[in-house]
């Protein structure tokens, strides 16, 4: 009997429906499709390529262990000893230690160079003629033929070398990895920089021996890894690992917004289906139907509509992940030949997640309803509620103030974590106008409806009457399109806030005329020739990686998560660069020393003169003392340290850009000389400080595209939300047009509605924008004003106002086709 009544009332109202179905849908879809993404973090990873045919490979953790969280990714190799491959030798096995150098064609193409020996753990099989004999002979894989002359450089220092083999394996390389070079043994341990030390060791087992095995129990205490399957493939293309971190924050990050909005927008479509009923349960609860009942009564059917919607919804989440996956892969956030993790899972937990957000909505919605006596329910159904709750006025004012004083964090702390407070006030204050919607509304109508009132107009009377009458229906319609015009705007405009003060801070601070760069670095040798071409006056080699920060006494503990980091030699800085030091010396900065940005000082809680806890690139734990604090922490990095303590803890121990000061008049002198150099690049400051815009730009597009996917959803909501309000109303067009008003007059009064509906979305969602945007700008320059593109904002506005429009539009004409009294009748 209930499943029949059910079914019935699903029929009889199926726009209200359709509206729940359609979020539900939406919601599951996205859910899935982040949910593939966070699992592919977990269990995703890249296929080996040179280590395909081992049966196991060796290696030292990559990754700091973290209690209770994602393990964090050094940014450097580390290196597996001598001593623990001496102990594998003993094995019944073939051992094959690996070492990688990075070279560098005449055309600029990288390249990876690795001894001959370790073509066998691939395997890679000779083609034509024969291994390397000699230090000036190679074998190729791709692109050089049998007896050529090839010039390969390392650290931007050329050698001439003899193609003597071309080599091919089964397995197939990514185009998008640098192509192998094999090397004599003595040729590749010359260019290697760790003495005593290799990258990985593969093993080879015989038939029916297993190595894994036989390597964790030699190894047993040492902390060595062995890996196997696609583990492998892991230890020989680190980013793979960077990658699986940067999916798990990424996705957690953005799923946690996502579910925030799905449960914002289930709730407000299943609230306005529910009001829109109200007629229904005022007449149930006047015959007798208990609170219980109407309760049961919902939940029945938001849980047919929800669990039809979240199976539905669910299934096209995994070619959304797919999607997001290509276009991460090209931002650079992962490698183009990781491979996503797909399983039940996310499907299974989409479903699990959007019915019970949509049956929780759903007893909240239905609680007003259900608990009115039945006078009051008869009353209410024709006039709606007469004023918010005190609870709901009280919960959005501690929401609003909550996100206001988020907002100004940053005029009091410094560092991420002020920025990050700033940024996610723009949800308290989204919470606080959803709630106190239709009290702002109100207020905002009493201040343009005077003017319609007094206009003359029968189509803008009706329509500042209905605004005033009704501030609760014209909140809902509101609230979504505030919504979307807000977190567009912080999203986008916090981004380009942070871009633009890097790049400015970027230009500052670099005061060098050139900067010197080669496809695979620069080897220190070359650093002398470089600061001896005539008109050179000062020359400051710079190495960029990653730290990260030990919190204090708790050495092998959580860290946080990676701050950049530079090194330069503070004997050329002075010429070169201006760090807009604000404490300390930069000249101290030699030996076991570090400086650090006012933020990373914060972030540290490091002080000049104390010492500070940092695993370096390759997992090193040092203990520097800080000797200087400054403020172009955004465009250098939050560390500073001495060149060479982040260089011999680098994988390849090569100089990543050397700054060049020219002697007055000399600055292009000076680059055609460097450009002799192999593989040498120079760059002037303008097209140094372009470069840096463009990565920051790759970068923070993830961010936007994700956000545009979010966006996506939302604008289905709000036409969602919009298309079944305006639905609502058709009793109402029927009466108007009986008592005499026309079609057109009708249309125009909505027309009218719109525009004040957009109008106000603009204001509301604009205001509920700049105090997150304000607080951004303060934390990252100091000053409160954002770098907001006009165009980006037009844009924003100008899809949210056409949306507004089209989604009242086209279902008031579709009220109006209908035979007023037809309309009545069934409403």
């Known amino acids: 009997m209930m499943k029949a009544h059910t079914f019935a009332h699903l029929k009889a109202h199926r726009s209200g429906f359709i509206a729940v179905f359609v979020s539900v849908f939406c919601a599951a879809l996205l859910t899935c499709g982040l949910g593939v993404l966070l699992e592919s973090g977990v269990r995703g990873g890249v296929s080996p390529h040179l280590y ?53 064609t005449a055309e600029g193409v990288v390249l990876d160079a690795h001894p001959w020996n370790t073509a066998q753990l691939a395997p890679y099989s000779l083609t034509d003629g024969r291994a390397p004999q000699s230090r000036d002979e190679v074998v190729a894989t791709t692109g050089a033929a049998l007896g050529e002359r090839i010039t390969l450089a390392h650290g931007a220092i050329a050698d001439e070398y003899t193609v003597v083999g071309t080599a091919d394996s089964a397995s197939v390389p990514s185009p998008d ?6 090397l004599d043994h003595a040729e590749a341990e010359r260019l290697w920089p760790h003495q005593n030390s290799v990258t990985a060791v593969g093993l080879i087992a015989p038939e029916g021996v297993n190595a894994a095995a036989l390597a964790r129990d030699a190894l047993a205490g040492t902390g060595a890894e062995v890996s196997t399957g696609t583990a492998r493939g892991g230890i020989e293309f680190l980013d793979a690992g960077a990658a699986r971190t940067q999916l798990i924050v990424l996705c957690a990050t953005f799923a946690g917004l996502a579910l925030m909005v799905s449960m914002f927008v289930v709730s ?20 007798g139907a208990t609170t219980r009942q109407v309760h049961v009564m919902i939940g029945r059917e938001v849980l047919l509509v929800a669990a039809a919607a979240a199976a539905l919804g669910a299934v096209p989440g995994f070619l959304l992940a797919r999607f997001l996956g290509a276009q991460f892969a090209d931002a650079g956030v992962m490698p183009t030949d990781f491979a996503l993790a797909y399983s039940p899972l996310p499907a299974i937990a989409a479903f699990l997640i959007c019915v019970l957000t949509a049956r929780a909505a759903a007893a909240i919605a239905a609680r007003r309803p259900a608990k009115l006596d039945p006078v009051e329910a008869l009353r209410e159904s024709e006039s709606g509620p007469a004023k918010l709750s005190r609870g709901r006025i009280v919960t959005g004012l501690i929401f609003g103030a909550a996100g206001l004083g988020a907002c100004i964090l940053p005029a009091f702390l410094p560092g991420s974590v002020a920025a990050a407070g700033a940024g996610s006030s723009a949800l308290l204050l989204i919470f606080s106008v959803a709630l106190l919607g239709p009290l702002l509304v109100r207020g905002i109508i009493k201040v343009i409806g005077g003017p319609l009132r007094r206009s003359g107009s029968a189509s803008k009377v009706l329509a500042a009457a209905n605004a005033e009458s009704n501030s609760r229906r014209l909140s809902s319609a509101v609230v979504p399109l505030a919504l979307a015009i807000a977190l567009g705007s912080v999203q986008f405009f916090s981004q380009s806030t942070v871009a633009a003060e890097a790049t400015n801070q970027s230009i500052k601070g670099v005061t060098a005329d050139l900067i010197v760069g080669a496809p695979a670095g620069i080897a220190p040798a070359l650093l002398d020739s470089i600061a001896s071409v005539p008109g050179v006056s000062a020359a400051n080699p710079v190495v960029r990686s990653q730290v990260l920060p030990v919190p204090s006494g708790e050495e092998g503990g959580s860290a946080d998560s990676a701050i950049a980091a530079q090194g330069i030699d503070a004997t050329g800085a002075d010429a070169t660069l201006d760090l807009a030091v604000t404490e300390g010396d930069l000249s101290a900065l030699t030996g076991d020393t570090v400086a650090v940005s006012e933020d990373g000082a914060f972030t540290l809680g490091a002080k000049v003169g104390q010492r500070v806890d940092l695993y370096l690139g390759d997992g090193t734990l040092v203990h520097p003392m800080v000797v200087a604090k400054y403020g172009r922490g955004l465009g250098f990095g939050d560390v500073t340290m001495p060149i060479e303590t982040l260089r011999r803890h680098s994988t390849d121990a090569l100089i990543d850009t050397v700054l060049v000061a020219a002697e007055p008049g000399r600055s292009a002198e000076v680059q055609q000389s460097l450009l002799s150099f192999p593989s040498i690049a120079a760059l002037n400051q303008d097209q140094f400080g372009a470069a840096g815009e463009d990565q920051r730009r790759m970068q923070s597009w993830v961010s936007i595209l994700a956000v545009l996917v979010l966006l996506g959803y939302l604008a289905v909501a709000v036409v969602n939300t919009l298309v079944a309000a ?43 924008a700049l105090p997150p945007l304000m607080g951004i700008a303060v934390a990252v320059s100091g000053q409160p004003i954002p770098a907001i593109s006009p165009a980006i904002y037009g844009a924003i506005v100008a899809v949210t106002a056409v949306l507004g429009f089209v989604s009242i539009a086209i279902p008031t004409r579709a009220a109006l086709r209908k035979n007023p009294m037809d309309g009545v009748r069934n409403n």
Do not use: H, Y
């Not at 001593?83 to 096995?93: E, F, G, I, N, P």
């Not at 990895?177 to 094999?182: E, S, Y």
């Not at 009466?735 to 009064?749: D, K, N």
């Open 52 to 104: 395909a045919g081992a049966d196991a490979v060796v290696s030292a953790p990559q990754a700091l262990e973290v209690k209770e969280d994602a393990d964090q990714p050094f940014a450097e190799r580390v290196l597996l000893d001598g001593d623990t491959v001496r102990k594998l030798d003993a094995l019944d096995v073939t051992v094959v230690p690996d070492i990688s150098v990075p070279v560098s």
């Open 268 to 287: 407000s479509t299943l609230s306005l289906s529910i009001n829109a009923r109200r007629r229904e349960f005022a007449l149930l609860r006047a015959i």
């Open 177 to 182: 990895r640098p192509a192998l070079v094999f």
């Open 726 to 768: 305006t639905a609502e109303r058709s009793r109402e067009f029927a009466l108007l047009q009986l008592v005499g008003s026309r079609t057109r007059q009708v249309r125009a009064m909505m027309r009218i509605e719109s525009l004040m509906v957009v109008g106000i979305a603009v204001v509301v969602g604009s205001l509920i």
